[in-house]
């Protein structure tokens, strides 16, 4: 994601917080956000992986959809996604992609049925831009409410099921990819079972004024620490999850980015969306290239931008790389062509203009440990 | 001998001819965890302020410059293996190389302890 624009950076509820726990704020997507605490992004990050850890993400974009009468808001935002949305059952959550005319994607986010609405979490940097194609797309058919000034704390790893359930047992039994609201210290919140990190854990969404008492309780739970955006990057990037601006944007088709399985079988045939030509072609003949995963040997770490080159020739462009802490060595993702792209192949990383030989692999890097009842 | 900092944040200690170079407590701050350092090769001729090493944390790779001129006649090996000894002992273990100098009057453009302490002061 980009860092901030011109203007004064916006705060969460939790920014006193942060300062309390002697975070280092830095400028993200136009947010003064911790990118780490004191104890540094690997303790936090085997923090995450061992026990569990609270990031504050207020600053994603929550937006609730309301059907106006006669209409559907789930076959409205199909309209603008490719995802299922119409199976959605009640406490149904879904991951999905908003997408352009060339198949591009716009913006990546969740999805949850409520019964009554969808709640929609959308990325910080997008989320202006993406409530006025909300707007242009969806006005007709529904009320479209921003709720960018809730709390939205993710509670993650495998402990985190135990110390939330102490504030609300209800949770304990929660699948992955669920929704409910739930009473956390008297106040009502919505609860998904999902994350960021491919463990298992929470979102947890918040009136604004409530964000700071319930990340205080959750913290005061002996197996929960405070996280930053530090530890956040890498342990999405172990999970071979896509972070939006870097290894998906306008330019990449779901196809490509290997994002096939959260379009719905039945929307693949009948399109609908925008881009939906571009889509089915690439499913049914195959994408031009391929998100991958690279490991690169030895210990140099290819970041972003570094060269993907296979017998001299340029064949694609890492996107995310850096270290991964569980697994004491660098990982990579980024993109190649597709012939390029079967699992073993061996390329080169150009990292600071030397080649440094990596093979592509299968991501996630991590397992994922995602409950599923 | 006194030691020398510059305002990339590296120290030089001379100790007859050969400077010992790392980075300050100051510096590994700002970098966070330090998970691989690639330090240069011995024999390599280096000029004050060339591109000498790169030390990567997890967020970021960050170039280290050379604070005076020479031969590199060392490196830290160790630190291949325990890249940490940069945040932990920035100024003892975590050393990343050492230069014979090829004109010590060099050092007399870089910063004392003092001036070095008033100028991370100024960056807040």
């Known amino acids: ?373 | 001998m006194s030691v020398r900092y510059t305002n990339e944040h590296e120290w030089v200690r001379l100790e007859g001819d050969v400077g010992t170079i790392g980075i300050t407590t100051y510096a590994q701050e700002q970098l966070g965890d330090v998970v691989f350092v690639e330090v240069p090769a011995v024999g390599r001729k280096v000029a004050k302020g060339e591109s000498v090493a790169v030390v990567e944390s997890v967020k970021a790779a960050s170039d280290i410059y050379a604070p005076v001129s020479g031969e590199v006649v060392e490196a830290n090996a160790a630190l291949a293996d325990s890249p940490g000894d940069v945040n932990a002992e920035p100024t003892g273990k975590g050393w990343f190389f050492k230069i014979r100098l090829s004109d010590k009057a060099e050092l007399d453009g870089l910063m004392d302890e003092a001036a070095y302490d008033a100028f991370v002061k100024s960056l807040g």
Request: charged residues 20%; hydrophobic residues 40%; positive net charge.
């Open chain 1, 1 to 373: 994601m980009t860092e901030a624009a011109a203007g004064p950076l916006k705060r969460t509820p939790l920014y006193i917080l942060h300062r309390e726990l002697g975070a280092r704020l830095v400028p993200f997507a136009g947010y003064e956000m911790p990118v780490q605490y004191p104890t540094g992004i690997l303790a936090e990050h085997a923090q995450t992986r061992s026990a569990a850890g609270l990031f504050d993400v207020s600053h994603m974009g929550q937006v609730r959809l309301t059907a106006k009468p006669g209409h559907s808001a789930a076959k409205a935002l199909e309209a603008i996604v490719p995802g299922d949305i119409t199976g959605l059952q009640p406490g149904q959550q879904r991951y999905t992609q908003l997408t352009n005319e060339t198949g591009g994607i716009l913006d990546d986010l969740m999805t949850t049925s409520t019964g009554d609405h969808l709640l929609l979490v959308l990325n910080a940097a997008c989320k202006d831009a993406d409530l006025a194609h909300l707007r242009k797309h969806l006005a007709a058919s529904c009320e479209i409410e921003p709720m960018f000034s809730r709390g939205l704390l993710a509670l993650q790893g495998p402990q985190a099921a135990q110390a939330l359930a102490r504030l609300a047992p209800a949770v304990a039994t929660m699948k992955f990819m669920t929704g409910t609201y739930v009473m956390i210290d008297g106040v009502e919140c919505y609860v998904t079972r999902s994350g960021y990190t491919g463990g298992d854990g929470y979102e947890i969404s918040t009136p604004a004024d409530a964000a700071d008492t319930i990340a205080r309780k959750l913290l005061a739970q002996p197996e929960v620490k405070p996280i930053g955006l530090g530890a956040r990057d890498s342990l999405r990037l172990e999970a071979g999850l896509c972070l939006y601006g870097h290894d998906i944007d306008t330019t990449t088709t779901p196809v490509e980015a290997g994002l096939l399985w959260s379009i719905g079988k039945e929307r693949r045939t009948q399109g609908g969306f925008p881009g939906a030509s571009v889509i089915q072609k690439q499913i049914a003949e195959g994408a031009p290239r391929k998100r991958v995963g690279l490991l690169p040997e030895g210990k140099a770490i290819a970041r972003e931008g570094a060269e993907i080159a296979l017998a001299g020739k340029i064949v694609g462009k890492v996107t995310s790389g850096g270290f991964a802490p569980t697994l004491g060595r660098a990982i990579a993702m980024g993109y190649v062509e597709r012939a390029q792209s079967a699992n073993g192949t061996k390329v080169e990383l150009v990292v600071r203009g030397k080649p440094v030989p990596a093979e592509i692999a299968p991501m996630p890097f991590v397992k994922h440990a995602y409950y599923r009842g």
